[in-house]
């Protein structure tokens, strides 16, 4: 019996460390762990400078709070997901390799955003870049006040990401008024943004999702929550 015990949990430990060297080439692919090489300094060697500015973007927070953290994501990127609080399997290989890791996303929305600390702004990056479809009537929800209830649905049922479609019924789930959805995503108004926002990212030094800007310093990967709050503090001075 002993020997059969063994077996098993022998099996488990080899599904779990594939599982966990799966996730860990498929993050160096996609800059997607940076828990072990991530930067607090812009590396800029663009000739077409963006600054970093909210723009029409989404804006989660008191808009006077002190610190504001720029997040680049895409809705297709598992680790983004994981840093919103969801993709189970990716935050349980991130915990792996970080023992105590946190949800950064979820983490700072229940804290320091809640009390008035930080403004939390969102930014599109090319992660695994299947998720337009979602991004897109992301975008037309934020003119109906719903982007950031859409975004928790959205990385929750990630794998739809792609599917306009899929994308609609998240947004009539949350009572979306589904005839402005429809025409703001007909007229085609926030096709640009991807561009727009590709650039921004690009030309302040993002290389993958999601990346984390604290009062303009740059931190790359799914990093835990401790490190996120640790740059938040250093900026509030506590």
């Known amino acids: 019996m002993a020997e059969q015990i063994d077996s098993k949990s022998a099996n488990k430990a080899l599904i779990i460390t594939g599982i966990v060297i799966a996730l860990f080439v498929v993050g160096l692919i996609t800059n997607g762990f940076g828990l072990f090489n991530h930067s607090t300094t812009i590396q800029n060697n663009s000739t077409d400078f963006v600054p970093l500015s909210i723009g029409n973007a989404p804006v989660l927070g008191d808009k006077s709070a002190p610190v504001t953290v720029y997040e680049f994501s895409d809705f297709s990127c598992p680790f983004c997901s994981a840093a919103a609080g969801y993709n189970q399997p990716t935050a349980d290989a991130l915990r792996a390799q970080h023992p105590g890791w946190e949800p950064a996303i979820k983490m700072l929305k229940d804290t320091y955003v809640a009390e008035g600390k930080v403004k939390l702004v969102f ?87 999601p990346a984390f800007f604290v009062n303009g310093k740059l931190i790359s990967g799914a990093i835990p929550w401790s490190d996120l709050k640790a740059a938040i503090d250093k900026e509030l001075g506590q």
């Open 123 to 209: 930014k599109y990056a090319t992660g695994h870049g299947t998720g337009q479809a979602a991004h897109n009537v992301a975008w037309c929800l934020n003119d109906q006040g719903l982007f950031w209830k859409f975004h928790d649905k959205a990385f929750e049922n990630q794998e739809d990401t792609g599917n306009t479609e899929k994308m609609k019924s998240l947004a009539q789930d949350i009572r979306a008024n589904m005839t402005q959805l429809n025409e703001c995503l007909t007229s085609g108004k926030y096709n640009n943004q991807f561009q727009l926002d590709e650039e921004m990212g690009t030309s302040n030094g993002v290389r993958g999702t």
